[in-house]
């Protein structure tokens, strides 16, 4: 099975059919996560995409060679060993050493969000090479930290050469790591990359953090060629306490939309459900 990716947070803070969206939720993980714990061509043939290429040729002949200096480096996240349910802590400075443990939690189904609002939040990608600075700016408005404007994403495109490396991108412009940079330059800090063997494994880890820092995570979909915010998620229990708890899907913000791929299908609104 490929590896999945995901970039997760790690500080506190109408449905398609079920075959195109298990085609389009078959991420390659990067879930880039607060941690507690490339560009899709489009359905045109023709000038418009060939055009595109140009343009982005252009833009990496004039920013010059990709700089070869050190990047963030990707957690790589091994199957856990079958745990017991977590009670989270809370100390309680009064609270005896021989006090007995809180029971564990009923296990419940749980449907959590943080983007109650997905359309005020939502900003579609300017260029078709450009979902990861729109899910950069995406994930800053889901925080507070940006508007869902032209002009943000056209500077924060901009900036890419202030993070850019040949570690974490052979071709130069944005990789995993530059987003994780891009992000605190913009006051969200915390955020890791980490891969995985499985989507269950990345989603499991990916709705952990988003319910315990209240922001959001950040995936690599489509095999990897694609970037996806999350925002929420469904599972048959709490994740944050049973390790076996299954993630049914999550709650995304696609900045594809509204456009169509060839390859993978329409694009879905923002804060659709993605059966996983």
């Not at 970039?7 to 991420?27: G, H, I, K, N, Q």
């Not at 009923?106 to 997905?118: E, G, K, N």
């Not at 130069?172 to 494994?201: F, K, N, S």
């Not at 048959?236 to 999550?250: E, Q, T």
């Amino acid at each position: 099975m490929r590896p999945m990716y995901a970039m997760r947070p790690m500080y506190a803070r109408p449905r398609r059919r079920r075959r195109r969206v298990l085609r389009r939720l078959s991420l390659v993980a990067l879930v880039l996560v607060v941690g507690s714990s490339g560009a899709v061509v489009t359905d045109a043939f023709g000038a418009g995409e060939a055009w595109q290429k140009v343009l982005d040729r252009v833009d990496r002949f004039v920013a010059g060679p990709v700089p070869d200096r050190p990047s963030i480096v990707t957690v790589v996240v091994t199957p856990p060993p079958t745990a017991s349910p977590t009670v989270p802590a809370t100390p309680d400075p009064g609270a005896s050493a021989t006090q007995p443990p809180r029971p564990t939690p009923a296990r419940v189904p749980v449907d959590y969000r943080i983007d109650h609002d997905p359309e005020s939040v939502f900003a579609h990608e300017i260029r078709d090479t450009w979902c990861s600075p729109a899910g950069v700016q995406m994930t800053l408005a889901v925080l507070g930290l940006a508007d869902t404007s032209d002009a943000f994403q056209r500077k924060l495109a901009s900036r890419v050469h202030e993070w850019e490396s040949y570690a974490d991108s052979h071709n130069g412009g944005w990789g995993p790591a530059a987003m994780a940079e891009a992000l605190p330059a913009y006051g969200a800090p915390g955020y890791v990359i980490r891969a995985y063997t499985t989507r269950e494994q990345a989603l499991h880890d990916a709705a952990t953090a988003i319910q315990q820092t209240e922001a959001p995570a950040i995936l690599l979909a489509w095999r990897g060629a694609h970037t996806w915010v999350m925002t929420g998620f469904r599972a048959d229990a709490d994740p944050a306490i049973y390790p076996d708890a299954v993630v049914s899907g999550a709650y995304i913000l696609d900045p594809w939309y509204p456009n169509d791929s060839r390859i993978w299908g329409p694009s879905d609104p923002a804060g659709t459900f993605q059966d996983a």
